[in-house]
């Protein structure tokens, strides 16, 4: 699988998958949860309900993920994963690579070959950016999944975009 850095906005993705970085509700929120919510439409919203009412009614655990449609979005679905909140007491960095490497799976038991992943919990949720891409890249860079091809993870303004090549840069 490629791993590839992209500056933008993931919603104007044309990938098979985009991940939301979500909060254990699914019924939407702020940051990247919000634009996909708000740009892919009802849609989204109606099967967050659905999973909601049926196996997640206490909420989506941190680390897990599940799919929906993509709504209006340039993709056929959304995998929505919930981020740990970063503590710098407490080692949470398992909970983060769980992210990725749980939505990585939905995504390819969907059949999907392009995944845009956020770089999930840097922001609200406050992780570092540099150690936020450290571990997305180590699951990414080291996954070999059926039929995914491409990953992106796509990075919201420039000064994001410039730490993440650097760390990738001393990744490889």
Request: aromatic share 4%; charged share 20%; proline share 5%.
């Amino acid at each position: 699988m490629h791993v590839t850095l992209v500056q933008g906005d993931i919603t104007t993705q044309r990938v098979d998958a985009i991940v939301n970085a979500a909060n254990s509700a699914l019924l939407g929120g702020g940051g990247v949860d919000g634009v996909i919510h708000r740009k892919g439409g009802p849609a989204i919203l109606a099967e967050c309900r659905a999973l909601r009412a049926s196996r997640y009614g206490r909420g989506l655990p941190t680390g897990q993920a599940v799919a929906t449609t993509a709504g209006n979005l340039p993709a056929r679905w959304v995998v929505h994963t919930v981020g740990p909140v970063f503590s710098p007491g407490e080692d949470r960095s398992g909970l983060l690579r769980d992210c990725y490497a749980n939505s990585l799976r939905v995504a390819d038991e969907l059949g999907a070959e392009t995944v845009a992943f956020p770089l999930i919990s840097a922001g609200i949720y406050g992780w570092p950016v540099d150690d936020a891409a450290r571990q997305a890249l180590t699951v990414l860079r080291a996954a070999a999944p059926q039929h995914v091809t491409e990953a992106r993870l796509v990075l919201f303004g420039a000064d994001t975009h410039e730490v993440v090549e650097r760390v990738a840069a001393g990744l490889s």
